[in-house]
């Protein structure tokens, strides 16, 4: 069986990356290239649609077509290049503060309309290029530079979010497992209709340090207990209440995408027309 070097769908020639040390939006890049080459998909027809921010650079260092957009509207830009030619395979590549907090009812509605995307949000728990702000994933009681005393809100289940709204394909991962998240992005991309991988990161400048881990390897490990399978999180008493979350696969499914159910519709149109 031949490795998965992803190295074909890689720029070189835009390394090294701008993240900061100890960030794990390298080996998202990487999981996602290695997913691209093991289902052998032409670069020419893929598009990679970003938002603002950390991760929203990650376009830069792919070979692929790329459309880099506004603040909180990479799913809206999206679902417009698959809509119009729903023969690309389209990634999504926003951040928490991107995919969740300004932009989280696009994810709502394109969950709904169980659009045929590939959602990579990357969740490093506040907005790490602008100051390091609280998000909508900011966990309850955690520092950042707007909540200096403590988060006083409560953060949002990316996952169970995508999952009632109707996505096809919800999973997560943490850095700290690069091989599962490929695979699991692979699954993504393979399965028609919206998929959602969020990808637990750690911001090592801003999010770490003010929350007591002060170097790159604490956050690391910290995602890495803190992330456990749904089977034993359910075993942990106050699971949530210590900092536990689930990962692994929560839905996979095969309900018609948007464009399925947009050619049914103008069928009965042609149809009623007599054409």
């Not at 996505?167 to 599962?180: I, L, M, P, S």
């Not at 399965?191 to 400048?205: D, H, M, Q, R, Y």
């Not at 003010?210 to 170097?215: A, D, G, L, S, Y």
Request: charged share 25%; with cysteine.
């Amino acid at each position: 069986m031949k490795y998965a070097t992803g190295m074909d769908y890689i720029k070189t020639d835009s390394l090294p990356h701008m993240w900061c040390a100890g960030c794990g939006d390298g080996i998202v890049v990487r999981a996602i290239a290695c997913a691209l080459e093991n289902l052998e998909l032409d670069p020419r027809k893929i598009v990679m649609v970003s938002g603002i921010g950390c991760w929203g650079k990650a376009d830069d260092y792919f070979t692929c077509n790329a459309l880099h957009t506004t603040h909180g509207r990479a799913l809206a830009y999206a679902t417009g290049v698959k809509s119009a030619n729903p023969e690309l395979t389209v990634v999504v590549l926003m951040g928490d503060g991107d995919g969740t907090t300004i932009g989280g009812n696009h994810l709502l509605h394109a969950a709904r309309r169980n659009m045929d995307l590939t959602a990579v949000l990357v969740n490093n728990y506040n907005y790490g290029m602008t100051g390091g702000q609280a998000s909508a994933t900011t966990p309850h009681d955690a520092v950042t530079s707007t909540s200096v005393l403590g988060n006083p809100e409560r953060s949002v289940d990316v996952c169970e979010l995508a999952k009632v709204a109707g996505a096809n394909y919800v999973a997560r991962e943490t850095v700290a497992q690069g091989t599962r998240l490929s695979k699991r992005i692979q699954e993504g991309i393979a399965n028609k209709g919206f998929s959602l991988i969020e990808v637990a990161s750690p911001c090592t400048t801003l999010f770490g340090p003010r929350n007591k881990m002060r170097q790159p390897v604490d956050m690391l490990r910290w995602l890495k207990e803190k992330g456990v399978s749904e089977a034993r999180y359910d075993k942990i008493e106050d699971a949530a209440a210590q900092g536990y979350f689930k990962v692994g696969k929560f839905v996979e499914r095969t309900d018609p995408d948007f464009n399925t159910s947009y050619e049914v519709m103008r069928e009965r149109l042609q149809q009623k027309e007599g054409k």
